[in-house]
């Protein structure tokens, strides 16, 4: 059994989004391999991604396809890819069918749970094109929460559970005014810090924990893991520090093995808002006073998005837990166990920085 994982560079300037394919399985049969997509990009990112999938890949049939978050750097690639290709399965969130008694959250009186529903089927169109070209084309869509598994048992959602999803609703950006303001708000709304150029080591660490969050949006992301023997592979999406934990802790439950991480997708983009070292001790294990490499920890940036997208502050930080960091920034990166590809050449690492600037 053998499995291949590819990263494709989405967006420029400051615009950054997450494109990801896979298949695995017995390469040698196609009844015997599955195809997933997470993600797509924008639009034009979905593009190449059919391109990549008839051509790398050798099938028009994508066994699963996962919008992991209604935001369009992710969702939007994956309409031309559900209009080209033959497509079994679709994960994605229907949050317009989770507003019942949700009217009761907002200060706005006039708010009724119909009027709240349908302020966000018309401000999330994208996520709607795609349960309309779902449904047309006969494809089952299937709410991904915690726990679902694909058909093969090879990946799991982490998270988000239901009642977190439903949680963050009334902070979606296409809701009214919250009654109250959530932890997610206030987090996501705190100052913004003047810039700060800091020299780093190994042993130096600058990163702290986040005092801005990341958007209710980005929480609802799906956190996935994908097992094949004992490689990991962990998909976060733009998970913020409240859905990481969530899912955390649905593998420490198990008793899982942080050891088996063969490979980790650095949250929304490399953005300092959505991890901090103790999540990343969690995920990754404290910092090592060696230079080991454990694993590789991939970023989707685009090649301008410094400083913000990635951080350089969590890029270091993923590098001295041992993980080597290496991103999009305008390539494909391509990853595989027991399928070697001819004519693609080694992935740099993006290399330790020695000096920090964030805002």
């Not at 993923?318 to 991103?327: E, L, M, N």
Request: proline share 6%; with cysteine; glycine share 8%.
């Amino acid at each position: 059994m053998a499995y291949q994982v590819d990263f494709f560079p989405v967006g420029d300037g400051s615009r950054s989004g997450d494109a990801i394919a896979m298949r695995f399985g017995d390469f040698s049969d196609h009844l015997k391999t599955q195809v997933v997509v997470i993600d797509g990009g924008f639009l034009s990112s979905g593009e190449a991604l059919v391109k990549h999938i008839r051509q790398e890949y050798g099938t028009t049939y994508v066994d699963l396809v996962v919008s992991t978050h209604p935001d369009n750097d992710h969702s939007s690639g994956l309409a031309p890819l559900i209009e080209q290709l033959k497509v079994g399965q679709l994960w994605m969130h229907k949050p317009w069918e989770h507003t019942y008694d949700i009217a009761k959250m907002f200060q706005d009186g006039r708010v009724t749970d119909m009027s709240v529903a349908e302020g966000i089927r018309k401000s999330l169109e994208g996520v709607r094109y795609l349960e309309k070209l779902a449904n047309r084309k006969n494809i089952t869509i299937i709410e991904p929460f915690t726990g679902l598994q694909d058909v093969t048992q090879s990946l799991t959602v982490l998270g988000p559970t239901k009642a977190f999803y439903e949680s963050l609703l009334p902070d979606f950006r296409c809701t009214p005014t919250p009654k109250f303001e959530s932890i997610f708000m206030k987090l996501a709304s705190a100052g913004v810090g003047l810039a700060v150029k800091v020299a780093e080591t190994l042993g130096i660490e600058t990163l702290v924990e986040p005092t801005e969050g990341t958007h209710a949006e980005n929480n609802s992301s799906v956190v996935m893991l994908f097992a094949h023997g004992n490689d990991c592979i962990l998909f976060t999406a733009d998970a913020g520090m409240p859905a990481l934990e969530q899912a955390i802790w649905q593998l420490e439950a198990i008793g899982f093995d942080f050891n088996r991480l063969c490979i980790v997708q650095i949250p929304h983009h490399g953005s300092k808002r959505n991890v901090g070292p103790k999540i990343l001790d969690r995920i990754l294990g404290p910092k090592r006073t060696d230079d080991a490499i454990l694993r590789r920890a991939i970023v989707s940036a685009s090649p301008d998005g410094e400083p913000k997208h990635p951080s350089k502050r969590v890029l270091n930080a993923f590098r001295r837990r041992g993980a080597r960091t290496q991103g999009t920034m305008g390539k494909t990166l391509m990853f595989e166990k027991d399928a070697p590809r001819l004519n693609w050449g080694p992935m740099p690492d993006i290399p330790f920085h020695s000096e920090v600037e964030e805002d």
